[in-house]
Antibody
Framework: QLQLQESGPGLVKPSETLSLTCTVS??????????WGWIRQPPGKALEWIAN???????YYNQSLQSRVTISVDTSKNQFSLKLRSVTAADTAVYYC?????????????WGQGTLVTVSS | EIVLAQSPGTLSLSPGERATLSCRAS???????LAWYQQKPGQAPRLLIY???SRATGIPDRFSGSGSGTDFTLTISRLEPEDFAVYYC??????????FGGGTKVEIK
C-alpha cells in the first residue's frame, strides 16, 4: 500500500523559507505513470494546488505562487520536497503531498496526512 | 485560469436522502480531467470520482458523477452517516493548470 508522509518545521517566521519533504513508501517515486505534487489548505478554506514534479525532474507550478516556489525530487531517497520563500501569514496552511495520475485524468489518488505550517514570529 | 464554482455552499440533508452537488467551470473542461474528492475534518481528501464519472477503487456505488463541458454533478443516492463531509471538485487543464472548487459541505439536517 502506497504511503506518503510529510515532514518539516511546523512554525516558520515571516519572510523566511518554508521547507517540506514528502517521503514515499510502498512504491517507487520513479514510476513513469505518476506525478508527485503539493497541495495546501488554509484553515477553514479550500484546497490550492502548489506544484507537481515528475521523477525525471520536470516541474509544473501554480502561476500565482511560481515566483516563490521550488519543487525537487530525490529518487535515491524516494522523496520530493517543497520550498516556499518569503512566507507571510497568508501561507499558514495544512500542506499535503500527493500522487497524481499522469495520463488519463491527472487526479490525486494517494495523499499524505498533511502537516500544519504556521507562519508567525 | 479555469475557475470552478461549487454550489450550494452548504447542503443540509437527512440520512437516506439524495444529495446533488454542482460544479460549474468558467471554461469548458475535458470530462477526462474532472475529479471529485471527499474530505472529513482533520483528514486528507479522498478521491471519489475521476474522469467525471468513474468511481475510484473502493468507493460505494451510491456515489456517482456526471456532466460535461462546464457543468458537472456529484450525486449521492442515499446519504449514509459517514457521507457528511466537504466535497471538492478538481480540474486539470492545459498550460498546465490545476484548480479546485471552493467546496460543498454536506451537513446533517
Amino acid at each position: 500500500q502506497l504511503q506518503l508522509q510529510e515532514s518539516g518545521p511546523g512554525l516558520v517566521k515571516p519572510s523566511e523559507t518554508l521547507s517540506l519533504t514528502c517521503t514515499v513508501s510502498g512504491g517507487s517515486i520513479s514510476s513513469s505513470s505518476y506525478y508527485w505534487g503539493w497541495i495546501r489548505q488554509p484553515p477553514g478554506k479550500a484546497l490550492e494546488w502548489i506544484a507537481n514534479i515528475f521523477y525525471s525532474g520536470s516541474t509544473y507550478y501554480n502561476q500565482s505562487l511560481q515566483s516563490r516556489v521550488t519543487i525537487s525530487v530525490d529518487t535515491s531517497k524516494n522523496q520530493f520536497s517543497l520550498k516556499l520563500r518569503s512566507v507571510t501569514a497568508a501561507d499558514t496552511a495544512v500542506y499535503y503531498c500527493a500522487r497524481q495520475e499522469g495520463f488519463y485524468g491527472y487526479y490525486f489518488d494517494y495523499w499524505g496526512q498533511g502537516t500544519l505550517v504556521t507562519v508567525s514570529s | 485560469e479555469i475557475v470552478l464554482a461549487q454550489s450550494p455552499g452548504t447542503l443540509s440533508l437527512s440520512p437516506g436522502e439524495r444529495a446533488t452537488l454542482s460544479c460549474r467551470a468558467s471554461q469548458s473542461v475535458s470530462s477526462s480531467y474532472l475529479a471529485w474528492y471527499q474530505q472529513k475534518p482533520g483528514q486528507a481528501p479522498r478521491l471519489l470520482i475521476y474522469g467525471a464519472s468513474s468511481r475510484a477503487t473502493g468507493i460505494p456505488d451510491r456515489f456517482s458523477g456526471s456532466g460535461s463541458g462546464t457543468d458537472f454533478t456529484l450525486t449521492i443516492s442515499r446519504l449514509e452517516p459517514e457521507d457528511f463531509a466537504v466535497y471538492y471538485c478538481q480540474q486539470y487543464g492545459s498550460s498546465p493548470h490545476l484548480t479546485f472548487g471552493g467546496g460543498t459541505k454536506v451537513e446533517i439536517k
